[in-house]
């Protein structure tokens, strides 16, 4: 990743909270927004990993920062998960996402929300979510789970199958009730697709 990815995808993450992508916009999300504050300093680490001069120059500084917030604001998910644009934290506390997890663009993560690996057995692995994935309070999802597009997973969610692309799925464990999909839950976005509020 470099700082012109590092631009896109924090312009992406401030839309999905603001609407607009000016500087006014960050101050106001960075200082009040906390999830956005954590994912700014997420992506930074990223950036200053990926090249050999910062990662000794700044990166060690930056990471400390984003381990402060870690344990400030209960959100742990490592500078090395992939996510696309447009992540959203609405609220934060208890969230935690293994750094092998890929996270597709425009995802809502809700608080209390556990996303992990397995490590035995048909589903050992960890989930990989698409895009436009909202994810409700307290869900849990471990292993090999594939989370289709347009999907949406209900409060306190046990996922431990397959999520189709546009599935509401909810319970414990999780199960598919309906195709409406996120529609209503993902706003705010950048895209121009069918999501785009």
Same mark, same amino acid.
């Given at each position: 990743? /470099?700082?012109?990815?590092? /631009? ?8 999905? #909270? ?11 999300? #960075? ?15 990223? @950036? ?17 920062? $984003?381990?402060?917030? =870690? ?26 996402? $293994?750094? =092998? ?6 995802? $809502?993560?809700? =608080? ?37 597009? /347009?999907?949406?997973?209900?409060? /306190? ?8 692309? #546009? ?8 199960? @598919? ?9 993902? $706003? ?10």
């Amino acid at each position: 990743m /470099n700082l012109c990815k590092f /631009n896109e995808l924090t312009k992406a993450d401030l839309f999905r #909270y603001a609407g607009k992508t000016g500087l006014g916009a960050f101050l106001y999300h #960075y200082f009040l927004s906390l999830g956005f504050r954590y994912t700014v300093w997420m992506r930074l680490c990223a @950036v200053l990993h990926a090249n050999p001069i910062t990662r000794i120059l700044f990166f060690p500084c930056a990471w400390l920062i $984003n381990r402060h917030q =870690q344990i400030r604001f209960g959100i742990g998910i490592s500078y090395k998960t992939k996510i696309g644009s447009g992540l959203y934290i609405g609220h934060y506390g208890g969230i935690v996402v $293994n750094e =092998q997890v890929i996270i597709g663009k425009n995802c $809502n993560l809700s =608080q209390e929300v556990t996303i992990g690996v397995s490590r035995r057995g048909e589903r050992a692995g960890v989930p990989v979510i698409g895009d436009n994935v909202y994810i409700g309070p307290g869900v849990k999802m471990f292993g090999k789970v594939d989370v289709g597009d /347009n999907a949406a997973i209900g409060a /306190n969610c046990v996922v431990t199958k397959d999520v189709p692309d #546009y599935g509401v799925m909810v319970g414990i464990p999780g199960e @598919v009730i309906s195709f409406d999909g996120s529609i209503s839950y993902i $706003n705010k976005t950048i895209d121009d697709g069918e999501q785009t509020k």
